[in-house]
């Protein structure tokens, strides 16, 4: 598609409970980064893919989350047995070209832990 | 210290008014830089890039200042439409990934 789709839209768990977001990049886009929003506007770099293949993930809590990006299928990020401070949007942004070249942004999930 | 930084404002200034955005970054490496804005934690939009010395889009131009480490924005004859926060953003050369700053509030005022 033209612009970076991201489902759901809000999602709420208790502590404790899986969370699972999806994305879609724009069509044509190689790259897709994952980011975290918190407070203040501060933002975390999570994972990214070239194609389904893992660019870097050196953002990645791995004891807990997980990403995927396979063929012909959404990306997706999982958050295994969530926590409060994971609390936060999630952004996926996708580019043609790598890091140094524009990152278009979907519209992001909240994620709630309660 | 963080690899961008930025001044928080907020910026309150009335229509019409020129106002300008600093930002500074650590990585004299860095070679792509990016202003985007966004709106009440919507999604972050990219303004302009900011590939050479500058450019300029319309009433926005953007600077890069590499021996001092630092990009502006200017945003001439603002307009309510303006009233976002503006992200200045830098990608390090060797990382793959965006860094961020915190972001600059700016409120345009009838």
């Known amino acids: 598609g033209e612009e970076v789709a991201q489902t759901p839209k809000h999602l709420v768990r208790g502590e404790g409970q899986k969370a699972k977001l999806y994305c879609a990049p724009i069509k044509g886009h190689s790259y897709v980064f994952w980011y975290q929003q918190v407070l203040k506007n501060e933002f975390k770099f999570l994972i990214s893919f070239q194609n389904e293949n893992v660019f870097d993930e050196t953002g990645m809590p791995k004891e807990r989350f997980s990403a995927k990006c396979l063929p012909n299928s959404p990306c997706s990020l999982e958050i295994q047995a969530t926590k409060l401070e994971d609390s936060a949007v999630y952004f996926c942004a996708s580019s043609q070209f790598g890091n140094s070249y524009e990152q278009y942004f979907g519209p992001g999930t909240r994620l709630t832990v309660t | 210290r963080k690899e961008v930084e930025q001044d928080p404002g907020p910026f309150n200034v009335p229509e019409g008014a020129t106002v300008a955005f600093n930002c500074t970054y650590s990585n004299s490496a860095s070679q792509s830089f990016f202003w985007y804005r966004q709106d009440c934690r919507k999604e972050p939009k990219l303004l302009m890039s900011?590939?050479?010395s500058g450019n300029e889009d319309g009433r926005f131009t953007a600077q890069l200042n590499r021996a001092s480490q630092y990009i502006s924005l200017l945003i001439r004859d603002s307009k309510l439409s303006d009233s976002a926060t503006y992200l200045c953003?830098?990608?390090?050369?060797?990382?793959?990934?965006?860094?961020f700053g915190t972001g600059t509030r700016l409120t345009v005022i009838p």
């Open positions: 900011v590939y050479s």
């Open positions: 953003v830098v990608a390090p050369t060797g990382a793959n990934n965006l860094f």
